[in-house]
């Protein structure tokens, strides 16, 4: 009985420390989601080094090791059409182009989330880079779990990624920030405006980026 008692316990306390773990943000008046409290907003230096993009993002977010980022952007062009399944097949076709290899886990799931539909994939990702000078290829996977919704004509993209060697340690953290987004009729969304940051700007995009460098070009920013 005593270990049973115990067991009863721990089991109370589990959402507890769940809760804990994550804390608050609000990328923007209006939006809301939790996220593990080791991660930090990227600065915007970093953020144009890494993910060289069309526009800056609303936000983007990395853990403390870098092995996991959450981003945060909506579509430049305005989207009319609510027919969720239509966006679900053309991000879907998008997401197949952009990567050398994709292993679909969830590929369109639609659920509703504290009132707001979403569409939601989740896969493993490869990029290959054959640009190296002794002409060998590096692979690098990617573990990834992105949402979109339309908001006010305009899609709302949730994206996080980890490294392909610590997925699971991530996948359930993964569900659980996705499970927190609220989006309330507050939100106000900026018109494009163009990613400028201080520093060195990359040429161009290598080939071995993730999927928030193309994605961001090419999923969030532009259609």
């Not at 069309?54 to 305005?78: L, Q």
């Not at 027919?83 to 799931?109: C, H, P, R, W």
């Not at 699971?168 to 927190?180: D, H, P």
């Amino acid at each position: 009985m005593p270990n049973a008692k115990l067991f009863l316990i721990f089991c109370s306390i589990l959402p507890l420390l769940s809760v804990s773990q994550t804390k608050k943000v609000e990328p923007s008046k209006g939006l809301v989601l939790y996220i593990p409290e080791n991660f930090t907003l990227m600065s915007d230096d970093n953020l144009a080094q890494k993910y060289p993009t069309y526009k800056k993002p609303i936000a983007m977010y990395e853990s403390r090791d870098k092995k996991a980022e959450m981003g945060v952007n909506a579509a430049v062009n305005t989207w009319r059409n609510n027919n969720l399944n239509i966006l679900k097949d053309m991000y879907k076709s998008t997401i197949a182009s952009v990567f050398a290899e994709v292993d679909f886990i969830q590929d369109g799931t639609i659920v509703e989330v504290n009132g707001r539909k979403f569409v939601y994939f989740e896969f493993t990702s490869a990029i290959k880079d054959d640009k190296r000078i002794d002409e060998t290829t590096i692979v690098t996977r990617r573990y990834n779990y992105l949402a979109y919704t339309i908001y006010a004509n305009r899609i709302l993209v949730f994206n996080f990624n980890s490294t392909y060697i610590s997925r699971a340690e991530w996948t359930q953290k993964a569900v659980e920030i996705m499970k927190s987004i609220k989006v309330s009729d507050k939100l106000k969304l900026d018109k494009y405006v163009p990613f400028q940051a201080a520093g060195p700007q990359p040429k161009e995009i290598s080939g071995r980026k993730d999927m928030q460098m193309e994605a961001l070009k090419k999923l969030n920013g532009k259609k």
